[in-house]
């Protein structure tokens, strides 16, 4: 055993090691079942959070399609007070952003802006004129892409 009352650094050096076996064990890294755990809280999470998630984005997009259905009705409301009649199917929806038929009464645009909006699916809104529903039918087949399903969002709904 050394003699550490005449000065020695044995005591000294024995600290720096455990110091260094210390700090080297630290910058060392996760083990493998730190990171199996990890994932698979995380995989939890993602299974009780993301059909969640999933349902919201659902729910917004039909709030997004019935507030455009509403904007589509208010100027379609507009161009039948300033041409007396509905943009006819075959004008269809392209008639509230450009006169279709040249007429002096056509006050357009009625749209804000300078192209008509596609539904949040991304598919073109579906008009008819005259309509199986009234005056007029406009819908978006809705997330299946389908009409007649009971995802479609309608005017007449």
């Given at each position: 055993m050394p003699n550490l009352s005449n000065g020695s650094n044995w005591g000294?050096?024995?600290?720096?090691?455990?110091?260094?076996?210390?700090?080297?064990?630290?910058?060392?890294?996760?083990?493998?079942?730190?990171?199996?755990?990890?994932l698979v809280i995380l995989g939890m999470l993602a299974a009780v959070v993301g059909p969640n998630v999933f349902n919201k984005i659902m729910q917004s997009k039909d709030h997004v399609a019935k507030i455009q259905l509403a904007e589509f009705e208010s100027a379609l409301q507009l161009y039948s007070f300033d041409i007396g009649r509905l943009p006819t199917t075959a004008e269809g929806l392209q008639a509230?952003?450009?006169?279709?038929?040249?007429?002096?009464?056509?006050?357009?645009?009625?749209?804000?802006?300078?192209?008509?909006?596609?539904d949040p699916w991304d598919r073109p809104y579906i008009y008819k004129s005259p309509g199986d529903?009234?005056?007029?039918?406009?819908?978006?087949?809705?997330?299946?892409?389908?009409?007649?399903t009971a995802d479609d969002i309608c005017s007449w709904k």
């Open positions: 000294k050096n024995m600290r720096d090691d455990f110091k260094k076996r210390r700090i080297e064990k630290s910058e060392a890294g996760f083990t493998l079942m730190e990171l199996i755990v990890v509230l952003i450009q006169n279709p038929s040249g007429s002096e009464s056509w006050k357009g645009p009625y749209m804000s802006k300078p192209v008509i909006p596609t529903h009234g005056d007029y039918d406009l819908s978006s087949a809705g997330a299946d892409g389908v009409e007649g």
